[in-house]
């Protein structure tokens, strides 16, 4: 007994045909890509269960053209079907790739949620999920700076447990290293502020309080803000991914094995060599941000050297350069904090040792424009 009951056009479609009432014969006809528009496998199936009691489906596919993904897809839903209606896929008819790809497909069985297809989760629950992520990373924050601030101690008594060689290695980093990129974007801000400065202050004819300007401003702000940004983005992400890739090869379990702290012995380190070095790429950035500022003052306003190197000397003071520096250390000590924080939480993959830098660099960041907002409004109302 044989009864027709689907049909699509010639290009590409299929024939399923009902052979001794409980054999299915599907035959695949044209092309057979990710793109060819045809009814879903799951109501052609549906309609042929309703008309008869299958047992087993077979194919035909000596007219079938070009296939790719879409057929692999389309046979998976039948397998599917399949399997949920007791019915067995005879894959014998299949051209041998086909056959071969479909084995390894369904030699593996698929993961829960691999598919796309998430329900939308409501607003409240997001807003809990973030409170509670929250309040996690606030709760891992204050345990990492106990940690350091105990690790700390110990360094004071003598009895932290690190090399010194690191320490001399992460300076030479932290440090020498850093310099050229330092020197480019301080020079560079320099010209910028005195470039500004000189368009409005040349409508005055005030133009020798350039000098001023940007001896202040690189003095107590720009220079110590765009040493901490560029040693975040440099420094505090290179810090996150080698205590990442340690988490991801288990180093540090390895460290907590043998009883040594991981803290002391890696954390301790890059934070000292890097509120170290800070201050003192602080003073260097003021000082290239003062011969930007000299480039712009001596070639575009006809300002003599010596007017701007007295101009300048007569506006600043060691008060200045104080504010600065400490403001550099406070910096260093949070750049390093917010790197070595991000690589100790990192989790077990690649891709979350890049997660970690990336979240190290943002970290930084946030915390030098909110540390230097309240200790610029600390030391105005104090008056420094």
């Not at 896929?89 to 790809?101: A, D, N, S």
């Not at 973030?130 to 996690?136: A, E, G």
């Not at 020498?176 to 330092?182: E, F, K, N, R």
């Not at 340690?246 to 460290?255: K, P, R, S, Y």
Request: hydrophobic residues 50%.
């Amino acid at each position: 007994m044989t009864d027709n009951l689907a049909t699509t056009d010639e290009p590409h479609g299929l024939k399923a045909t009902v052979v001794n009432l409980d054999t299915l014969l599907v035959e695949l006809y044209g092309s057979w890509q990710i793109n060819d528009d045809r009814q879903p496998a799951g109501n052609i199936l549906q309609t042929v269960q309703e008309k008869a009691d299958l047992r087993k489906i077979e194919f035909d596919t000596r007219k079938m053209g070009a296939w790719n993904s879409g057929l692999l897809t389309f046979l998976l839903n039948i397998h599917s079907y399949c399997t949920e209606h007791n019915i067995e896929m005879i894959r014998k008819g299949l051209p041998q790739g086909v056959e071969r790809i479909l084995s390894l497909a369904l030699a593996v069985p698929e993961k829960k949620d691999a598919r796309g297809d998430v329900k939308k989760t409501p607003l409240l629950e997001k807003v809990g999920a973030w409170t509670l992520d929250y309040v996690r990373t606030s709760a891992e924050m204050l345990s990492f700076i106990g940690e350091v601030c105990v690790a700390c101690l110990k360094m004071f008594k003598g009895s932290a447990r690190f090399r010194m060689s690191d320490l001399m290695l992460f300076i030479q980093q932290c440090g020498a290293q850093a310099l050229p990129i330092v020197t480019l974007i301080s020079l560079l801000v320099g010209l910028i502020l005195a470039f500004v400065g000189a368009v409005q202050l040349q409508m005055f004819g005030a133009q020798i309080y350039v000098a001023n300007l940007v001896a202040l401003a690189m003095a107590r702000e720009m220079g110590a803000m765009m040493t901490g940004i560029i040693m975040a983005g440099r420094t505090g992400a290179a810090f996150a991914a080698q205590l990442g890739t340690m988490q991801v090869n288990e180093e540090i379990d390895a460290f907590k094995t043998m009883g040594i702290n991981p803290v002391e012995f890696l954390v301790l380190p890059r934070m000292l060599a890097l509120v170290l070095m800070m201050p003192l790429l602080c003073l260097y950035a003021d000082l290239m941000g003062i011969i930007g500022g000299a480039v712009v003052s001596i070639g575009m306003l006809d300002i003599s050297a010596v007017e701007y190197y007295n101009q300048t000397k007569s506006s600043l003071n060691l008060a200045h350069f104080g504010v600065g520096v400490f403001k550099s250390a406070v910096f260093g000590v949070l750049v390093s904090v917010a790197g070595c924080l991000r690589g100790m939480q990192c989790g077990r993959s690649s891709s979350a040792v890049g997660d970690a830098a990336t979240s190290a660099v943002v970290t930084g960041i946030i915390f030098i424009i909110v540390s230097d907002a309240v200790m610029t409004v600390i030391f105005t109302i104090i008056g420094i």
